[in-house]
């Protein structure tokens, strides 16, 4: 890899220059592109929408729970780095794993589980993983919810469980779990399930008829039982069909993945950092129908970068660290209320890696849900983005919270692009410029937000790493490629 080390590669003119002593390689032994030159138009006086204090939130299979010690107080490490993450977020527990998991209200069941101390994502599709949750589990699950601080979303399985299962495993997480229970979910993916030895895959229809039988048996047990769903894959039109049918929900959910499968050689690094949630996939759209029609919100409640447990190269690095800022703040503009990246295990694409035994680590995906939980609390303005944009693939990002800016700029090119940026108060003179960056993009190791690493005991010290100088609301940031820059004034 060739470190650069001259600004004149940039450009000539600046009237404040983010100064950067090394920058990036585009790929291990590539050098950077030349630079192109954006603008960045601020307008405050445009709101979009207000993010959550719990927008942040993970996922994980429902087989984990056959470990009870996976999620409890005494596991220190993983609750440090989920509440690094933020004092408010949400976990939600779920996955394929959830088709294959009984309720067992005797705690002696717990000893017939052979559940891995930490079980990967997209286990219940490899390994059709079964596990028998029992009390335990849940009583230290919510031991891990008080100590994280944390709501739950919890999963419930609708494919090869029945209503009356459900309601008994229902009643005691409900009464386990109180406040912090934020919905039940019935089924996993439900527009992908079909019949045991049936090719066709179920209707709504289906769905719904069944989801009302198992809702009603859980709402004899629970009267007032949360739930949100239909917690889809990728049918957008059960989305407003639920709404549509008007159910008592707290939320409307689905599931998104960036790319997949991991066989296809078209997953690559440079197709991931184009993915998103643009107007073109048709989702937002839905969703904002939807919400209207039902008066409720949406929550991604489960996804990340590649389907099928992740693919090598390319959820590992620091690649989903860029997509996963990126795409969580696409989703907060669009009036989403939260997301929850799937994970678990050694899973490639998991926020955290590890497990009790070894220890848990922070993945680079983790490191862009940092970027993002900056932006909690704060209203989404409009940031518009001109100039050479058809040669760059920049994203940004503006929001004020009180007579505070924070801008998220996020250069998912090769090139070193230079910004113009406008529309921020007169009377601030300077912002604070903090990084998200790695040695390369491919980079496994050595991802930074703000300078810092995040140790294994979930410290973490970022820090302001340049200020820009503002004159009149204007301000130049030179950023590197393959680089985000959260700026705050």
């Known amino acids: 890899m060739k470190p650069i080390t001259t600004r004149r590669e940039f450009l000539g003119h600046s009237a404040a220059i983010l100064a950067v002593s090394s920058l990036p390689a585009v790929v291990r032994g590539q050098s950077p592109s030349t630079a192109a030159a954006l603008t960045l138009s601020v307008n405050a006086a445009v709101k979009s929408a207000t993010v959550p204090m719990n927008f942040t939130g993970l996922s994980y299979e429902s087989a984990q729970l056959g470990h009870p010690e996976f999620f409890s107080a005494q596991n220190a490490a993983l609750i440090a780095l989920v509440r690094r ?69 919890y999963g419930l399985d609708l494919r090869r469980g029945t ?28 527009d992908m399930n079909h019949n045991d030895g049936e090719k066709q895959r179920w209707t709504f229809d289906q769905y719904w008829s069944q989801f009302v039988i198992f809702r009603d048996a859980i709402r004899k047990a629970v009267p007032n ?33 960036a790319e997949g499968p991991p066989k296809d050689p078209a997953m690559t690094l440079e197709f991931l950092l184009k993915r998103g949630r643009n107007p073109e996939s048709g989702e937002i759209a839905t969703v904002h129908k939807a919400t209207q029609m039902l008066g409720k919100p949406y929550r991604m409640s489960e996804g990340n970068s590649c389907f099928h447990g992740g693919k090598p190269g390319v959820s590992d690095t620091f690649a989903s660290a860029l997509w996963s800022a990126d795409y969580m703040l696409q989703l907060a503009q669009a009036g989403y209320i939260g997301v929850n990246l799937h994970g678990g295990g050694e899973g490639l694409y998991t926020p955290i890696a590890g497990s009790i035994e070894n220890g848990f680590t922070a993945r680079p995906v983790y490191y862009g849900m940092l970027l993002a939980q900056d932006f909690v609390g704060c209203t989404l303005v409009e940031a518009k983005l001109g100039g050479q944009t058809s040669a760059a693939n920049v994203t940004a990002f503006a929001a004020t919270q009180g007579k505070q800016y924070k801008l998220a700029v996020f250069n998912k090119s090769s090139l070193l692009v230079s910004i113009a940026i406008d529309g921020l108060t007169a009377s601030v003179h300077s912002a604070a410029v903090s990084l998200l960056q790695a040695p390369a993009i491919d980079s496994k190791d050595g991802v930074t937000f703000g300078g810092s690493a995040v140790s294994k005991d979930g410290s973490f010290t970022p820090r302001s790493q340049s200020t820009l100088s503002l004159r009149h609301g204007k301000a130049s940031l030179d950023l590197p490629p393959y680089t985000a820059a959260l700026i705050t004034t």
């Open 85 to 153: 993450l933020g004092p408010q977020g949400v976990l939600r527990i779920g996955g394929n794993t959830s088709d294959y998991t009984r309720w067992s209200p005797d705690d002696a069941d717990t000893a017939r589980n052979n559940t891995s101390s930490a079980i990967n994502p997209d286990a219940g599709t490899a390994a059709k993983t079964a596990s028998i949750i029992t009390p335990q589990a849940i009583r230290n699950l919510n031991d891990f919810m008080v100590a994280t601080g944390w709501q739950l979303i």
């Open 163 to 190: 209503p009356e299962n459900a309601a008994a495993e229902a009643t005691f997480v409900a009464k386990t779990l109180g406040s912090r229970l934020l919905a039940f979910q019935i089924g996993n993916e439900p």
């Open 225 to 257: 039982a949360p739930f949100a769903g239909p917690d889809i894959a990728k049918e957008l039109d059960w989305i407003t069909n639920m709404a549509n049918h008007k159910p008592d929900l707290v939320m409307l959910t689905g599931h998104y993945y």
